[in-house]
């Protein structure tokens, strides 16, 4: 089955740094782009980064860019979100997800989620 798992969220003050992992299993990573999403309450799920596994090409979403950095390691089956300078507005779950075309911003897609992790920056 595939499976994605993320890990690294927590609570941290505003202009703390955090690194998320996202850790996948039971597929061929170079055949999927993963992004990252993520979703506050009461909100719509957001397109946070993405990244082409074979190709390495990322693309970020406005509200992000400048402040995370997302990477792979296909060899190790982990993507990461390093997100640093945090503000409240980052606050939300992150989500991992594995598609079939890359860099792209809609949820719909991604066709394989993990869980989540909360992420909390408070002020």
């Known amino acids: 089955q595939v499976q994605l798992v993320e890990s690294g969220g927590g609570l941290v003050q505003a202009g703390d740094s955090l690194r998320l992992s996202c850790a996948a299993s039971g597929l061929t990573l170079s055949g999927y782009a993963m992004a990252w999403f993520r979703q506050a309450p009461g909100k719509e799920r957001e397109f946070v980064s993405a990244?082409?596994?074979?190709?390495?090409?990322?693309a970020y979403a406005d509200s992000v860019k400048g402040r995370f950095t997302i990477s792979r390691d296909n060899a190790k089956h982990t993507v990461w979100l390093q997100m640093n300078s945090l503000k409240p507005a980052d606050t939300a779950v992150y989500y991992c997800a594995a598609g079939f075309s890359g860099l792209g911003a809609y949820d719909y897609e991604y066709n394989y989620w993990g869980q989540g992790t909360q992420v909390t920056v408070s002020s």
């Open positions: 990244i082409n596994w074979t190709g390495n090409n990322a």
